[in-house]
Protein backbone atom coordinates (compact mmCIF):
# COMPACT_ATOMS: atom_id res chain seq x y z
CA UNK A 1 0.00 0.00 0.00
CA UNK A 2 1.21 3.29 -0.66
CA UNK A 3 0.17 6.37 0.59
CA UNK A 4 1.05 9.97 -1.10
CA UNK A 5 -0.13 13.05 0.88
CA UNK A 6 -0.21 16.62 -0.50
CA UNK A 7 -1.94 20.17 -0.10
CA UNK A 8 0.39 21.62 2.70
CA UNK A 9 1.82 24.46 2.41
CA UNK A 10 2.60 27.93 3.99
CA UNK A 11 -0.32 29.44 5.53
CA UNK A 12 -0.94 32.90 7.21
CA UNK A 13 -2.95 32.18 10.54
CA UNK A 14 -6.69 31.66 10.60
CA UNK A 15 -6.27 30.58 6.89
CA UNK A 16 -7.31 26.77 5.42
CA UNK A 17 -5.64 24.06 3.89
CA UNK A 18 -7.34 20.82 2.68
CA UNK A 19 -5.07 17.74 2.83
CA UNK A 20 -5.31 15.03 0.62
CA UNK A 21 -3.88 11.49 1.02
CA UNK A 22 -4.07 9.29 -2.14
CA UNK A 23 -3.62 5.37 -1.27
CA UNK A 24 -3.04 2.64 -4.11
CA UNK A 25 -1.70 -1.01 -4.14
CA UNK A 26 -4.69 -2.52 -2.20
CA UNK A 27 -3.92 -6.21 -3.26
CA UNK A 28 -5.86 -8.70 -0.20
CA UNK A 29 -7.90 -5.63 1.67
CA UNK A 30 -10.42 -2.40 -0.18
CA UNK A 31 -9.08 1.05 1.41
CA UNK A 32 -12.86 0.87 2.31
CA UNK A 33 -11.08 -1.74 5.16
CA UNK A 34 -9.14 0.39 6.50
CA UNK A 35 -8.93 3.09 9.42
CA UNK A 36 -7.32 6.28 7.72
CA UNK A 37 -5.92 8.60 10.50
CA UNK A 38 -3.88 11.98 10.39
CA UNK A 39 -1.21 12.49 12.21
CA UNK A 40 1.40 15.71 12.82
CA UNK A 41 4.96 16.05 14.07
CA UNK A 42 6.36 19.55 14.97
CA UNK A 43 10.21 19.77 15.07
CA UNK A 44 11.15 18.16 18.48
CA UNK A 45 7.98 17.06 19.33
CA UNK A 46 6.42 13.22 19.18
CA UNK A 47 4.01 12.69 16.48
CA UNK A 48 0.62 12.62 17.43
CA UNK A 49 -3.01 11.83 16.21
CA UNK A 50 -4.92 14.20 14.47
CA UNK A 51 -7.65 12.80 13.25
CA UNK A 52 -9.55 9.08 12.39
CA UNK A 53 -11.98 7.96 10.27
CA UNK A 54 -12.81 4.59 10.53
CA UNK A 55 -13.58 1.83 8.47
CA UNK A 56 -17.21 0.54 7.65
CA UNK A 57 -19.37 2.80 10.00
CA UNK A 58 -18.31 5.89 8.92
CA UNK A 59 -17.41 7.41 12.56
CA UNK A 60 -14.39 10.24 13.42
CA UNK A 61 -12.55 11.02 16.00
CA UNK A 62 -10.51 14.04 16.70
CA UNK A 63 -7.84 15.67 19.11
CA UNK A 64 -9.25 17.85 21.10
CA UNK A 65 -6.64 20.90 20.03
CA UNK A 66 -8.14 20.33 16.33
CA UNK A 67 -12.06 20.12 17.30
CA UNK A 68 -13.97 22.50 15.67
CA UNK A 69 -11.22 23.44 13.22
CA UNK A 70 -10.80 20.27 11.37
CA UNK A 71 -12.87 17.74 9.26
CA UNK A 72 -11.38 14.67 8.27
CA UNK A 73 -13.47 12.48 5.13
CA UNK A 74 -12.71 10.04 2.96
CA UNK A 75 -13.68 9.19 -0.35
CA UNK A 76 -13.92 5.72 -0.81
CA UNK A 77 -14.04 5.56 -4.63
CA UNK A 78 -10.95 7.54 -4.89
CA UNK A 79 -9.21 5.70 -2.30
CA UNK A 80 -8.54 8.80 -0.70
CA UNK A 81 -8.67 10.81 2.63
CA UNK A 82 -8.78 13.81 3.04
CA UNK A 83 -8.02 16.81 5.97
CA UNK A 84 -9.77 20.20 5.96
CA UNK A 85 -8.04 22.61 8.68
CA UNK A 86 -9.94 25.89 9.38
CA UNK A 87 -8.71 28.55 11.71
CA UNK A 88 -5.25 27.61 11.46
CA UNK A 89 -2.99 28.37 14.38
CA UNK A 90 0.66 29.17 14.71
CA UNK A 91 1.00 25.78 16.48
CA UNK A 92 -0.31 23.73 13.74
CA UNK A 93 3.01 24.17 12.21
CA UNK A 94 4.15 20.46 11.73
CA UNK A 95 4.75 17.63 8.99
CA UNK A 96 1.30 15.76 8.60
CA UNK A 97 1.62 12.47 8.26
CA UNK A 98 -1.26 10.11 6.69
CA UNK A 99 -1.49 6.60 7.91
CA UNK A 100 -3.85 3.86 7.02
CA UNK A 101 -4.35 0.90 9.86
CA UNK A 102 -5.79 -2.69 9.05
CA UNK A 103 -5.88 -5.72 11.09
CA UNK A 104 -4.85 -8.23 8.91
CA UNK A 105 -3.38 -6.45 6.48
CA UNK A 106 -0.94 -4.24 9.00
CA UNK A 107 -0.26 -0.42 9.11
CA UNK A 108 0.77 1.94 6.59
CA UNK A 109 2.39 5.53 6.29
CA UNK A 110 2.92 8.29 3.46
CA UNK A 111 5.44 10.32 3.31
CA UNK A 112 4.33 13.21 5.28
CA UNK A 113 3.67 16.85 4.03
CA UNK A 114 4.84 20.30 5.59
CA UNK A 115 2.16 22.66 6.83
CA UNK A 116 3.35 26.20 8.27
CA UNK A 117 1.25 28.73 9.72
CA UNK A 118 3.19 31.90 9.92
CA UNK A 119 2.61 35.38 9.32
Known amino acids: VQLVESGGGLVQPGGSLRLSCAAS???????????MSWYRQAPGKERELVAL????????NYASFVKGRFTISRDNAKNTVYLQMNSLKSEDTAVYYCKAANRVAGDYWGQGTQVTVSS
Open 25 to 35: GFTFSSFSSYV
Open 53 to 60: FSSGGGST
